[in-house]
């Protein structure tokens, strides 16, 4: 007897990759359901895929501008080359989305319904002028803008990452409300391609919290020297208002002390939230909260709901939501044999595209504090890009690394905000997750090249754990 899976969400990245997972199970009927128009998931239409082309394009015109060996008149970025662009590939990318997920109704059992799917009890979904009671449900919707309830925020025009994709004009200055994953992307660009006078609004008391200390100082000062950005932490946003001249002015309380700001445009990268507005889950016994997903993907309320990717407000990153994906197809196969469930407990794995990519920031397993928290016995090393003398042959000598390793040696985690950083986060991944000892790691950054600083951090750490180890055996004779 055939299993029903019904999945909400399937033209996204972990919807459409829990389709894929299931469509090759020969005892699974699959619905899967998707009201994109025209549909493609939203890391390729909203996400990370067109970011990438605007900061790539502001990123050129950074390089040059600081680049004391160019000579000539510095070029202006096309605003509207970069959107017709970023319009082309996020088309193709997203059609080739769309087709493998509707050519998956190619096979026997599997339907796709491009419908608004809205539930109207448990497990009982109604697509357009028809109702299912599939056996088991995943939700993969996605997430939405979240705009901060800031007093007078309504009275006003607030743009988004969204309107940042499409836009060809911009204003002479803008307020930024948040300096997440998306404002430490998008404000740089601001200022670099649209040659806006910033003013960025943190309301946290420093930039990467998921970094240790000093990192995020940094990066915030950087900023303000490379971008000529008027960075704010622990700044609060009291009460938004238009101004007479069309504007906008943020009152905002930093140290006590309440201070205005204005400017023509205002834009919140304040992050996002679940999409789940409109599925009526009001109907059913789920209750949507910061913990309403287990670790097996399972909603709390009813155990045969999966809920993946940004739709559960765990972890909204790309690589996650496809872990949570394959983690909820193999236990909703498992549930359904009555078998042992597994757990998703991931690495820490996380890439920002900060300083228009210029300088990167990634955090790849524990970092000092996490490390502490967790009780693990380590040393701690660090590296200034500055020293490493290719950083400087390539014009881009700011920003620092660390590396945490157990005094077993065993690599724990890797910090990064330099050059190239992020194309080095999978390599320090395989360490990590590969629980490598540090003293085996072969000594192979083929010169000039930036992973050389991950050879300084090796080598020392290397030479810190030898002294643990020396000073261990002498106070044991």
């Not at 502001?58 to 017709?84: C, K, M, P, T």
């Not at 001249?245 to 700001?261: L, Y």
């Not at 670790?295 to 872990?323: C, W, Y």
């Not at 992973?451 to 030898?466: N, R, V």
Request: aromatic share 6%; with cysteine; proline share 4%.
């Amino acid at each position: 007897m055939s299993t029903h899976v019904a999945v909400i969400g399937a033209y996204g990245s972990a919807g459409g990759a829990v389709a894929r997972q299931l469509a090759d199970e020969p005892d699974a009927e699959l619905t899967l359901i998707d009201d994109g128009d025209p549909g493609g998931g939203l890391c390729i239409q909203a996400g990370c895929m067109p970011s990438k082309e605007l900061l790539s394009a502001a990123e050129h015109r950074f390089a040059a501008r600081n680049d004391d060996r160019l000579d000539g008149s510095l070029s202006a970025v096309d605003l509207e080359a970069v959107i017709e662009q970023k319009d082309e590939h996020t088309s193709n990318w997203a059609a080739r989305r769309r087709s493998a997920i509707e050519g998956l109704a190619e096979r026997d059992g599997v339907e796709f319904v491009h419908e608004t799917a809205r539930f109207v009890d448990d497990r009982v979904i109604e697509i357009g002028d028809r109702t299912i009671e599939p056996d088991y449900v995943v939700i993969a919707t996605g997430s939405t803008l979240d705009v901060p309830p800031v007093p007078g925020i309504e009275d006003v025009t607030v743009r988004t990452s969204a309107d940042v994709f499409d836009a060809t004009e911009f204003g002479d200055s803008a307020i930024v409300l948040g300096l997440g994953y998306v404002g430490l992307e998008l404000a740089p660009y601001l200022s670099e391609a649209a040659g806006m006078d910033v003013t960025a609004l943190e309301m946290l008391p420093e930039l990467l919290l998921e970094a240790d200390s000093g990192f995020g100082e940094d990066l915030a000062a950087y900023y303000r020297e490379a971008f000529d950005m008027d960075v704010r932490t622990n700044a609060e946003s009291r009460r938004i208002e238009p101004t007479d001249d069309g504007g906008v002015r943020v009152t905002v309380e930093q140290g006590g002390e309440a201070e205005t700001i204005e400017a023509e445009e205002l834009y919140a990268f304040t992050g996002r939230k679940p999409a789940l507005d409109g599925l009526g889950l009001e109907n059913t016994a789920l209750e949507p909260g910061e913990e309403w997903v287990a670790d097996t993907m399972q909603a709390e309320g009813d155990d045969r709901v999966f809920v993946v990717g940004d739709a559960n407000g765990r972890e909204p990153i790309l690589h996650v939501s496809k872990k949570q994906a394959a983690t909820a197809a193999s236990n909703l196969l498992a549930d359904r044999n009555e078998d042992t469930l597994e757990s998703y407990q991931p690495t820490h794995h996380h890439v920002i595209f900060s300083g228009l990519g210029r300088l990167p920031f990634v955090r790849v397993g524990h970092s000092v504090e996490s490390a502490e928290a967790a009780d693990l016995e380590h040393v701690t090393v660090d590296a200034e890009a500055a020293g490493d003398g290719v950083f400087k042959a390539k014009d881009a000598p700011e920003g620092r690394a660390r590396l945490v390793v157990g005094t077993d040696g065993t690599v724990l985690g890797y910090q990064g905000l330099h050059y190239h950083a992020d194309v080095m986060a999978k390599t320090m991944q395989l360490a990590v997750e590969m629980e490598l000892d540090v003293r085996e790691i072969p000594d192979r950054a083929y010169h000039p090249t930036t992973p050389e600083i991950l050879d300084s951090l090796l080598a020392e750490a290397t030479a810190e754990l030898d002294a643990v180890i020396e000073e261990r055996t002498t106070a044991s004779r």
